[in-house]
């Protein structure tokens, strides 16, 4: 592969936003120069490809850290494979993906490992890693845990809900914060209460309330805000960091807010549905609701506001899509007459850069922040920068070209997940993916996608690098 240069677009990164031109050498970025100067005019003598971005966006390729292709839920699995899915997140203008490895109950680490393994290789359009989910924290797991991360395995994700399926008790929860405080890893939590949440189910369903909006009502704010709480502290007693996934009450942000107050590693993510979407959507007539049931659940409108500022404050530093597809028609559907059969996820891999740009023309963060969230923290957060998540020499030449004017119509029609409905019918976005690079190959240009299977590669993480 040759040179490329971009140029002329104005670069930005969480630290900077320049008008400059960028050279690509093979799969790196090598060098950003002054447009006009004659250095970098020579760049283009001899280039394979000269890309003018004049008016547009030149962005780092979008690194989405929570994603879950092909999962087994709830009897059925996530529509998107790793083939599509990841296609579509490049559609998208994103070129990471870090998805969940699952240790099923009985399965040790490895297993579970080489499965998610089996399943993605040479199926990616994109650069793909593995955090781990423990489904069975064991003496057996916990040791696992220490060679996983000698392979770039850093992050372990543990389940405060689903009891009897990925659920751990705090004992468990414990143990597994101690040994990562022991071996620089990160846990990663589901914070809700599921114990109480699963008392709550059978009494709604007792009662006859089965449609899709009591999936929210259950799944209490409190019983969020209630395990946050619980998550930080038993972190704290192990000396270990730790990350709140797809948080989405302004009581559990409050949670995080305090530990980070008070000098603590505990930081937190959120979703695009958590901000764009409410129990409005859950409470749509007939089933139309399930296409919005996910966990945690849609909140009230009134939080969103709330989680905009903890984007603004740092106190929220991530936000990733929780990308977990189920079709409306056969699979949500398993859910008619009893909420808690509705499949817990929503489509979202391919719309997060641009939800989060149409924030940024909202007033809602700036465009280095809207950078910053969606590329470089999450890059840092899970070892992968500055390999990941920014434009700079040396970083690998995952680049977006974005046009900032131009106006979308978003659909199930035009998307590209594998999944027969939108979230978002209809809303009309400004900003637009023009042309992606994934390591200096072009696999997305003029509405096609040049790209082809297998062009992924399996990333190996270090451990986080926000540790203090
Ligand atoms: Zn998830």
Redesign the pocket.
Known sequence: MGRTVIRNGLVITAADEVTADVLIDGEQVVALGMPGSGLADTWSDGAERVIDATGRYVVPGGVDV?T?MELPFGGTFASDTFETGTRAAAWGGTTTIVD?AVQGVGQSLREGLDNWFAKAEGECAIDYGFHMIMGDVNDQSLKEMDVLVGEGITSF?LFMAYPGVFYSDDGQILRAMQSASGNGSLIMM?AENGIAIDVLIAQALERGQTDPKYHGVVRHALLEAEATHRAIQLARVAGAPVYI??LSALEALAEVTAARDLGLNAFAETCPQYLYLSTDDLARPGFEGSKYVCSTPLRPVEHQAELWKGLRTNDLSVVST?H?PFCFKEQKELGVGDFSKIPN?LPGVETRMDLLHQAVIDGHISRRRWIEIACTTPARMFGLYPRKGTIAPGADADVVIYDPAAEQVMSAETHHMNVDYSCYEGRTLTGKVATVLSRGKVVVDGGEYLGRKGDGKYLTRDTCQYLT
Do not use: L, R
Request: with cysteine; proline share 0%; charged share 20%.
């Open positions: 929570h879950h969940f994700k589901h996934v797809h929780d977990c996820g």
